[in-house]
């Protein structure tokens, strides 16, 4: 049986720090989630200990059937006294008075306690598709037709992937180990390709021509190093859509596992900290390909300087990707816009909102999540 927990209880736990919020009688904790929900974590505070049940279906936000399942991870009880809570309230200090409540919303908010909305259907681990106690890598091609359905369904949880341990060691990487790596590559390569256009030998079209081949400047490599980046935000588009969500065929036990590797396993769980960035020996393979791609494209110092844009331009993305899942931006910046964007992504619009560092190319290609609109009641 779910405990019960009382209001005195619950306004005492809140009071301590805690964030419990409730839909009808239903009780959840949410304080390991505050500072990951994309709404900033001072809405979620501002809204202890009160009911949530119509904020669910907003205005703002009219949350998915997917946030109302990652919600009943945090369930921890029912409250005692639903009325008693209804009517009383909680006050805090950084929460208003509750407005009181008509005896219509009193009558329904005492009904049927401990049922669940049926949008709330939690992902019982237990009886999942896949055995959570064992690596998943291994397990997921056999899930065929369901497999689509089941990666796109999130929970709070870590994944184990392969039974190796350091397999697994290999195929996680904090944050910070991706500056540590590759800002150092990029700042002694800047430097490469300005010192070697500095010597005034590189021009364009010189292996065509060298009556009108073109002088590079040394000057120009600022504006070749941006040009890098911006080819990578469309790169980083490119592989995001047509890549990593890739639908792999049921029957196809291979590509599924490539695919949960791949991607499939960060949207499985979005939240996992340790695999929130590329680790640094695949992506040196990665990145080895297009260096090698730009050398046969472009002079050789032509394609470096295009190419360490490039590389800056998926450090940015890389430490943007990060925090757009665990920092807490402040309301009304462009982070915050942009995390509230891609949180949608993982949660409601998986075959939208590709852009990660930016929503510019969702535009050209017309994969921008739509705007939320609300009718105004009479």
Not at 73 to 93: K, N, W
Request: some cysteine; proline content about 6%; overall charge neutral.
């Amino acid at each position: 049986a779910p405990r019960s927990f009382s209001t005195a209880e619950v306004r005492a736990r809140c009071a301590q720090g805690s964030c419990l919020v409730r839909c009808r009688r239903r009780l959840y904790d949410l304080s390991s989630f505050v500072r990951l929900h994309p709404g900033g974590e001072q809405l979620l505070r501002r809204r202890a200990g009160t009911d949530v049940s119509a904020a669910l279906d907003g205005p703002p936000h009219r949350h998915s059937a997917n946030a109302r399942r990652w919600l009943e991870q945090y369930y921890v009880g029912e409250m005692e006294d639903i009325v008693g809570a209804l009517t009383v309230g909680f006050s805090f200090s950084f929460q208003s008075d509750p407005e009181p409540l008509d005896e219509e919303e009193l009558g329904a908010a005492a009904q049927s306690p401990a049922q669940m909305d049926p949008r709330c259907k939690k992902v019982d681990e237990e009886k999942d598709l896949v055995d959570w106690q064992k690596p998943l890598l291994w397990q997921v091609g056999y899930l065929g037709e369901k497999y689509d359905e089941w990666v796109h369904q999130p929970v709070d949880r870590p994944i184990r992937l392969f039974h190796s341990d350091i397999l697994e060691s290999l195929s996680k990487t904090a944050w910070y180990v991706v500056f540590i790596v590759w800002a150092p590559v990029v700042l002694y390569l800047s430097w490469v390709s300005y010192t070697s256009l500095a010597q005034g030998n590189t021009r364009l079209f010189s292996s065509f021509t060298t009556e009108y081949s073109i002088p590079v400047h040394k000057y120009y490599f600022p504006f070749i190093f941006l040009l890098g980046m911006f080819l990578w935000s469309l790169l980083e588009y490119l592989i995001h859509r047509f890549v990593f969500h890739m639908k792999p065929p049921a029957s196809n036990y291979y590509l599924i596992t490539l695919h949960f590797l791949l991607h499939g396993q960060h949207h499985k769980s979005p939240f996992d900290s340790s695999r929130l960035v590329f680790p640094p020996v695949p992506a040196s393979l990665v990145i080895a390909f297009f260096y090698g791609v730009l050398q046969l494209l472009l002079p050789k110092v032509l394609g470096l300087s295009v190419f360490v844009g490039g590389l800056c331009g998926y450090v940015v993305y890389d430490m943007m990707h990060y925090y757009l899942h665990y920092g807490s931006p402040k309301k009304g910046t462009y982070l915050y816009g942009l995390k509230a964007y891609h949180v949608k992504h993982h949660f409601e619009h998986q075959k939208a909102g590709f852009g990660i560092s930016t929503r510019f190319w969702d535009h050209p290609f017309r994969t921008l999540i739509p705007e939320e609109t609300f009718e105004k009641e009479d």
